[in-house]
């Protein structure tokens, strides 16, 4: 990271109260945050936030771990751009919509990010949203119940259709 030694006692003094908020160890917050600096966000509120927040993801999605929630997170912010710039917007930009459909539909958290893992660059080239994406993953998976092969149709289906535009 670009941290300065008096930043990194801050962040570990901060590591370790983010992890007793969010019920993990600090090793895993410090883990987080080294994975988030690797993926761009160099700076110790940067990664604090984002480390907070993976760890947040995870423990309110069943069946999903710290490392799926960092690499769903870090692949739909990229695809989309949503908290690239502004850390914040993950909680509602991206978070909160794959919550209320894990929690209103017949799919988990789990599932929406890993179809979302399989697909968001490929849906996002295409110009299709965020919403759009998970809303036709959603309805995939929740008929085939492989949200994997679910990311995989809908890459390949934006792929096809931008190369008859292209």
Same mark, same amino acid.
């Given at each position: ?52 927040? *993976?760890? /947040?993801? $995870? ?5 999903? !771990?710290? #490392?799926?929630?960092? @690499? +769903?997170?870090? *692949?739909? /912010?990229? $695809? ?5 710039? !502004?850390? #914040?917007?993950?909680? @509602? +930009?991206?978070? *909160? ?70």
């Amino acid at each position: 990271t670009k941290m300065t030694a008096n930043e990194l006692v801050g962040f570990y003094l901060s590591a370790n109260d983010t992890a007793k908020q969010t019920g993990i160890t600090t090793k895993e917050i410090i883990e987080q945050a080294a994975t988030w600096a690797r993926l761009g966000f160099s700076t110790a509120d940067a990664a604090t936030k984002m480390a907070k927040y *993976s760890s /947040m993801f $995870a423990m309110i999605s069943p069946g999903m !771990d710290l #490392d799926s929630a960092t @690499d +769903g997170l870090a *692949s739909v /912010m990229k $695809a989309f751009k949503i908290g690239l710039e !502004d850390t #914040d917007d993950v909680v @509602d +930009g991206i978070m *909160s919509k794959i919550n209320i459909i894990g929690n209103t539909q017949a799919v988990n958290n789990a599932d929406i990010i890993d179809f979302l893992r399989h697909s968001s660059s490929a849906m996002a080239e295409a110009n299709n949203s965020l919403e759009d994406t998970i809303a036709l993953g959603t309805a995939i998976t929740e008929i085939t119940r492989d949200a994997a092969d679910a990311g995989q149709v809908l890459k390949t289906v934006s792929m096809r259709v931008r190369g008859y535009d292209e």
